[in-house]
């Protein structure tokens, strides 16, 4: 008997879709995605009053969360910091029998100006996009979630004029499909700097 | 007075039988009207000697269309399309013309004869192609936007044309005809202010009188509209408006010049005025019947001997003209860069020859330019390529677009930039924001009030807005609800609000409605009678002066924000039960007057309920950055220091 698929939720947090040419075509793909339930929070929530029971029902409903932004300020953009301070309540996500995440998979769908070579000790940016993220790496580890590493595209603001768009996307629809069927290598992603580096060695056939 | 009740209801009846019936053939109203006039005419013989008359009546309703021509020529508009119009129009009549008269020549027609028919086949049916258009949803494509410039412009040319036509009388037709004249002997003469004048006082007086249309159309015709419009008197406002075309058309007689192009004046005088679509739905109708009179009269007039000693050249005519006129525009449209079906779409839909053919044609035997039996022939080759255009757009829908539809699925993606237009009823405060708000954000509005001190007010601060009682079905259609995305129903009296949304959502379920509800009752009403989206006036004002009243007394802002949220959540929940108690009494007691005992019991049941949930209230208010518990900590360094 086949195993069962796995249900995916993409939490997208974008203010300023109109001038989107990452996020929202990547958004788009996931839409398009039969195992995938996207979720736009600026749409839903534009004046950010966020219905806490909906959102941790989502959450119980699914059994991976990505949570997919343009990098602001190294960190996620305002609504999706407020999700996380409302969602994740103590006895809910954490604490007292605060175990309704457990087991589920987490990772980070990210788009950043900077090149990769700015995110080193040796760039301007001093820190490696894993070191950035880690504020939501250990909200991963306190809440029981496997973290994975991130789903980057690097220099966004010229990935259009190189083309590079369409390769990135190709790769989310991948990734999406290993992880619908659980043919991702769980223990690789885990340790890897970056999931799309070796994207192709992680999936198993 | 017995023949004539007679008569004119055989007229109405052959129309009220044919017109639906050709419509829903799909071959448009204007055929409609000429199978009504070769049935009750030259077929059954019901009619005969009267036609003529009545055509000449019959007549002043292309002088009220060619007015509300002018009425939809907005300058600006005019002045944005300038390219398309001049380059694209021009160069189809022109080309056309030419190409034509060349055939005419060839044939061996005078070349005055040849031209003046070059000029009558330019032209193609306005009628049936918008029609045709807005039924098969083809009025947004490119070929439908270019096809539009190209009638718009072939509109306006008629004014030209008929300016030009009498030049080219024939003098032996003319000398035929005072010869006739002459033996009729005193024929009564006609009413003329110019005859006998030298040619520099005809040329002042000419020059006077478009003036008084001018400058009065721009000047007085304001006053005079708004003293009626104050009275109040739906009736009166119609008597007007057709004073007002009557009137120019009689003093345009009066000086000689045609009354058509007086009218068209005062049209475009009058297309930038408040009133607009209160006088075209007032002309329209009288327009819409004189026109189907005119065209009946044209059928009845067909003579069954010329059509079936002619039959050969009629279809090789009618062939050729609408081969001509179809590889004109295929060309232009190459010229253009009208790409793929478009360019086919262009080309084929405008290939007939219009009304205003019919029109010309007459004009054309009145002013002995083209002898009346080859108008007769050319009348039936007119017919006879508007009858074949229904086919053109089968050919196209079937044969053409299947080709195409693959290799535009790309193109069409990216079309969705087109919002539709917003028609906003009733200005007051409450639309005047809604209205600044939409046209800050570049979506078109067209706005409608019934109090004219409000309009003008508007007007003042350039707010494109129109005089007409939202609620009568006619202003809505000439104010293009139709092709409205969407309609704001903001007006004063909430009866007729609702009686609005019920029409609206009836006749036109496309379109969205976003009212305004004066209170909870009115709400439900409109919810009831099928608003999309509704917003009772002073709730979300109310609930913000609440909230400042909090912050007022002392409560943190960001809490008395949530308590706000809060409170409309809460409302949200109990809505639709409330709604359903509401439909549930007012369907008991339809007909009861008390109304305001029953929202006052919905209120008081309100209020019960957000005293009975006040501890959820408060625990959601409380719940969201609810800290851990004191302590919590505890528990973590535990599991810490035994995983360790």
């Known amino acids: ?205 | 007075m017995t023949a004539y009740f007679i008569q004119a209801f055989i007229y109405l009846c052959a129309a009220v039988i044919a017109v639906p019936l050709a419509k829903r053939l799909g071959l448009g109203s204007v055929l409609g009207y000429l199978i009504a006039g070769v049935i009750i005419g030259p077929v059954i013989g019901l009619v005969g000697s009267e036609t003529n008359t009545l055509q000449h009546f019959a007549e002043f309703g292309v002088v009220m269309m060619l007015f509300l021509v002018g009425l939809e020529l907005e300058p600006r508009m005019l002045w944005d399309m300038r390219n398309k119009l001049i380059g694209l129009g021009g160069l189809q009549i022109g080309l056309t013309t030419l190409v034509i008269t060349a055939g005419g020549l060839y044939f061996g027609l005078v070349w005055s004869v040849a031209l003046t028919v070059g000029l009558i086949f330019a032209l193609s049916s306005t009628a049936i192609v918008l029609q045709t258009f807005s039924e098969k949803d083809l009025s947004k494509t490119e070929g439908g936007k270019n096809a539009f410039s190209v009638l718009l412009f072939q509109d306006i040319a008629v004014i030209p044309m008929l300016a030009l036509i009498p030049l080219l009388a024939l003098p032996e037709l003319i000398e035929k005809a005072q010869s006739i004249a002459g033996q009729a002997a005193e024929h009564h003469e006609e009413l003329s202010l110019v005859a006998g004048l030298p040619g520099w006082a005809y040329g002042i007086v000419l020059l006077l009188s478009i003036a008084i249309v001018v400058v009065g159309g721009h000047y007085l015709s304001r006053p005079l509209f708004r003293y009626v419009a104050n009275s109040g008197l739906r009736e009166i406002f119609t008597a007007t408006a057709l004073m007002l075309v009557i009137g120019i058309a009689a003093l345009m007689s009066l000086v000689g010049l045609s009354p058509a192009l007086g009218t068209f004046l005062a049209g475009v005088v009058l297309a930038n005025s408040e009133f607009r679509h209160e006088l075209e739905s007032n002309i329209e109708p009288f327009k819409g019947l004189l026109l189907g009179l005119f065209f009946i009269t044209v059928g009845a007039g067909i003579d069954f001997n010329v059509l079936a000693s002619n039959i050969g050249p009629v279809l090789g005519l009618t062939a050729g003209v609408m081969l001509i006129k179809a590889l004109v525009l295929f060309a232009l449209a190459f010229i253009f860069k009208i790409k793929n079906s478009d360019r086919w779409l262009f080309a084929l839909s405008l290939a007939q020859a219009g009304e205003f053919g019919f029109v010309l044609l007459s004009y054309t035997v009145q002013n002995h330019v083209i002898p009346s039996d080859l108008a007769q022939m050319l009348s039936l080759v007119v017919a006879l390529s508007m009858f074949l255009t229904p086919g053109l757009f089968i050919f196209f829908d079937k044969v053409i677009l299947p080709k195409y539809e693959h290799s535009e699925n790309d193109r069409e993606a990216d079309e969705i930039t087109e919002k539709g237009t917003v028609i906003i009823a009733g200005i007051g405060r409450f639309g005047q924001l809604v209205n600044r708000f939409l046209r800050a954000n570049k979506i078109d509005t067209v706005v409608l009030d019934h109090q004219i001190s409000q309009v003008e007010n508007l007007k003042k601060i350039n707010v494109k807005s129109f005089y007409g009682d939202a609620t009568r079905p006619d202003l809505l259609h000439t104010a293009g609800i139709e092709n409205a995305a969407m309609i704001v129903i903001a007006i004063d009296n909430n009866e007729r609000a609702v009686e609005l949304t019920k029409y609206v959502k009836h006749t036109y379920p496309k379109v969205k409605i976003f009212a305004r509800a004066f209170d909870r009752g009115h709400h439900f009403e409109l919810k009831h009678a099928g608003a999309d989206f509704i917003i009772s006036e002073t709730y979300h004002s109310a609930l913000e002066l609440g909230k400042e009243a909090l912050i007022s007394l002392g409560v943190h802002p960001f809490k008395a924000e949530q308590k706000k949220a809060t409170l409309r959540e809460l409302e949200l929940c109990y809505k639709d039960s409330l709604y359903e108690m509401w439909k549930a009494n007012s369907e008991d007691s339809k007909y009861s007057t008390h109304f305001r005992d029953l929202f006052i019991e919905l209120e008081t049941a309100i209020a019960k309920a957000m005293k009975s949930e006040r501890f959820d209230e408060q625990a959601k208010v409380e719940r969201g950055w609810t800290p851990p518990p004191k302590g919590y900590e505890k528990q973590f360094s535990d599991s810490d220091e035994g995983a360790s």
């Open chain 1, 1 to 205: 008997m086949p195993e069962e698929k796995k249900k995916i939720l993409v939490l997208f947090a974008h203010p300023a879709q109109e001038r989107s040419e990452i996020n929202k075509p990547l958004f788009t793909e996931c839409q398009q995605h039969g195992d995938v339930t996207c979720i736009d929070l600026y749409h839903e929530y534009p004046t950010f009053h966020i219905d806490i029971d909906k959102e941790q029902q989502r959450l119980v409903d699914h059994d991976v969360v990505i949570f997919m932004f343009p990098l602001y300020w190294y960190s996620t953009p305002a609504i999706l910091k407020q999700w996380q301070d409302l969602v994740l309540e103590y006895g809910f996500a954490y604490g007292t029998n605060g175990t309704a995440l457990k087991g589920k998979t987490f990772l980070c769908a990210i788009s950043a100006g900077g090149s990769e070579d700015a995110y080193q000790e040796a760039g301007y940016n001093h820190f490696s996009i894993r070191e950035l993220l880690q504020p939501l790496e250990q909200t991963a580890s306190l809440t029981g979630m496997e973290y994975l590493a991130p789903f980057v595209l690097f220099g966004s603001r010229s990935a259009v004029e190189e083309n590079r768009v369409h390769e990135h996307i190709n790769q989310m629809h991948q990734l999406l499909n290993a992880l619908a069927n659980n043919k991702l290598d769980l223990a690789q992603a885990k340790s890897l700097p970056l999931l799309n580096k070796n994207l192709a060695t992680l999936i198993q056939a």
